[in-house]
């Protein structure tokens, strides 16, 4: 395979085709002054908004300065002769040997520089500037009529949640927490609201073998499901399509559950030889009676849109062809409600109930931790990829 033919997705640089490009000449243009955190994050917005692909070698030189200035000095394994993507990324980044963080940092804010002179340094951005969507790879953020609206956007995934997207939901509920929105939701672009988590989460073993593995995927989990437990506004979520796994465990930490009549529930946690978490081994018993919480989270039982909302899951379920149009209708008009006064409800509603939640969500995750070393989990994780040709 040549360069040309070959696509490199560099994190924090937006996948653009590659299919014939010319090597482009790097300018690096140095200064004495060292880059913020700031002018970092800005640079990394900025690549996503080049008109232009920047080529393969610049793409590659941006990802192996991102990677040591985020992570240090290369120190994965090298890949396999034939993985030569990966190859290319590793070999550049393990080019840059012990350059110290910071120079990384300002190098990747120069080259970006370079490579986008109309949008020229950092801090000529906007202060203030919406953030629609910019920032995000596998999201699309919208804030207007009081609406903060985080949209799930991997939709040839069935927005699957691999981890850049839990990393940058955080991201962006902590942002919706701040801003002047009055409520936020969630939902998912495409047929899918979410099938849940990404079952190629669990191809990348790190150095410290699958161990190391599910322990950074229980903190990561632990850390994810905090923030729903946490968030101060109205947070609704508007169902789509179906839901699996994570995305329909967290229901229960929403405010509200609007479901389009094509949307289903299906948590096939044991089917996957794991075990419940978003706080749904509480939440859904509560919700739904410990029986028909079973039904769910045991033996797998798939809920239609009805189902769930005959259980209480769902607030309510509008047909697929008006969903939209009449969720965002009555969404424009809560949002139009006193933000103090629905925050201040929300908190004497759910406060009680965060202690023991965060309780659950650690114990939870533990579980699964063990859960996920498991030889009933590591069967379906390989039947599913094997299925879908991924090994
Ligand atoms: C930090 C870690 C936290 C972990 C938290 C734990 C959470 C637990 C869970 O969420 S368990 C639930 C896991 N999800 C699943 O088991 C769903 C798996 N997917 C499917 O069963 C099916 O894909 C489907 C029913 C969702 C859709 O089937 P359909 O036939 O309509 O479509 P495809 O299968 O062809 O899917 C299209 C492409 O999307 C990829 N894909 C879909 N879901 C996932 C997924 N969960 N993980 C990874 N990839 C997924 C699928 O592989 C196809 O990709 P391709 O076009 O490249 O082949």
Redesign the pocket.
């Known amino acids: 395979m040549g360069w040309e033919q070959i696509e490199i997705s560099v994190p924090n640089c937006s996948s653009l085709q590659v299919i014939s490009f010319p090597v482009v000449q790097l300018h690096l243009n140095r200064t004495a002054m060292r880059a913020s955190q700031k002018d970092f994050e800005n640079a990394m917005n900025q690549v996503k908004l080049l008109k232009k692909d920047p080529g393969n070698e610049a793409k590659l030189k941006l990802y192996a300065l991102y990677k040591q200035a985020t992570e240090g000095p290369c120190n994965t394994p090298k890949p396999g002769v034939f993985d030569l993507i990966n190859k290319a990324k590793w070999d550049a980044w393990n080019a840059l040997g012990s350059l110290p963080k910071e120079t990384a940092r300002q190098n990747y804010v120069d080259l970006v520089s370079s490579l986008s002179p109309s949008l020229e340094s950092s801090s000529q951005v906007e202060p203030g500037t919406d953030r629609k969507s910019t920032g995000y790879e596998t999201l699309m953020v919208t804030s207007e009529d009081g609406i903060t609206k985080i949209m799930l956007n991997r939709p040839?995934?069935?927005n699957?949640?691999?981890?850049e997207m839990?990393h940058e939901i955080m991201h962006a509920l902590k942002a919706a927490s701040e801003d002047d929105s009055a409520i936020t939701v969630l939902t998912g672009n495409g047929d899918?609201y979410s099938?849940?988590?990404?079952?190629?989460?669990f191809t990348d073993i790190p150095p410290g073998g699958v161990e190391e593995k599910a322990k950074?995927?229980?903190i990561?989990?632990r850390e994810?499901v905090g923030c729903f437990i946490d968030f101060p506004k109205p947070l609704i979520a508007m169902v789509n399509g179906?839901a699996?796994?994570?995305?329909v465990?967290l229901l229960g930490l929403f405010d509200a559950v609007y479901a389009s009549d094509r949307a289903t529930f299906h948590?096939?946690?044991s089917?996957?030889g794991?075990s419940p978490?978003?706080c749904s081994s509480y939440t859904f018993p509560k919700i739904m009676s410990p029986a028909k919480a079973i039904e769910m989270l045991v033996f797998g039982k798939k809920l239609t849109a009805g189902e769930a909302c005959a259980q209480g899951l769902v607030t309510e379920v509008f047909p697929d062809s008006t969903f939209q149009k009449e969720v965002w209708t009555r969404l424009k008009a809560f949002a139009k409600l006193p933000p103090n006064a629905m925050r201040i409800s929300k908190e004497i509603i759910r406060n009680r109930e965060k202690e023991k939640l965060h309780a659950v969500n650690a114990e939870e995750c533990s579980v699964?931790q063990g859960r996920w070393l498991s030889d009933e989990c590591m069967n379906a994780v390989v039947n599913?990829l094997s299925r879908?040709?991924?090994l």
Request: proline share 5%; charged share 15%; glycine share 10%.
């Open positions: 040839t995934k069935k699957a949640l691999n981890v839990y899918y099938s849940g988590n990404d079952l190629t989460n950074n995927g229980a990561l989990l994810f179906p699996v796994g994570i995305s465990t948590t096939p946690f089917h996957l794991q978490e978003g699964l599913f879908k040709s991924k």
